[in-house]
């Protein structure tokens, strides 16, 4: 059963809402009892079991986003898929909406160092395009 306490934390949660230092001590009971599942070090979510229960999976799955390798995957599809123009920084961004400029730009460093993709020019102009970058 759960305390008031509980309660309100799940209301935050589900509201996207911080939950107040005076009730952090809780989580751990409800990450232990499987309703609450950590996120970061901070970072509190709602867990997948509840979003079945309450048939949003979706949303569970946008809020958790998705993985390293899904969206390294996403960008990859991006790039071939416009392999004859490059793609470009602001392109490779809106891929990822939920992601900074400088995730994205590591995930591309992850692509690059795997000789995946390669870079061609500097700022603006630069654009990305499949396999490692020509000898010339």
């Given at each position: 059963s759960?305390?008031?306490?509980?309660?309100?934390i799940l209301?935050?949660?589900?509201?996207?809402?911080?939950?107040?230092?005076?009730?952090?001590?809780?989580?751990?009971?409800?990450?232990?009892?499987?309703?609450?599942?950590?996120?970061g070090r901070k970072k509190h979510i709602l867990s997948q079991r509840y979003y079945r229960f309450v048939d949003q999976t979706g949303r569970y799955t946008r809020l958790t986003g998705v993985g390293r390798k899904r969206s390294k995957l996403l960008l990859l599809t991006h790039i071939e898929q416009n392999q004859r123009d490059g793609s470009r920084m602001k392109d490779l961004m809106d891929v990822l909406p939920d992601h900074s400029r400088n995730q994205v730009k590591g995930l591309l460093k992850e692509l690059r160092d795997e000789g995946l993709v390669h870079c061609r020019g500097v700022t603006r102009g630069a654009r990305w395009y499949l396999g490692p970058r020509p000898r010339c």
């Open positions: 759960f305390s008031t306490e509980d309660l309100i209301d935050l949660l589900k509201r996207q809402e911080p939950v107040p230092e005076r009730l952090r001590d809780r989580l751990t009971a409800l990450v232990d009892a499987g309703v609450v599942e950590r996120r």
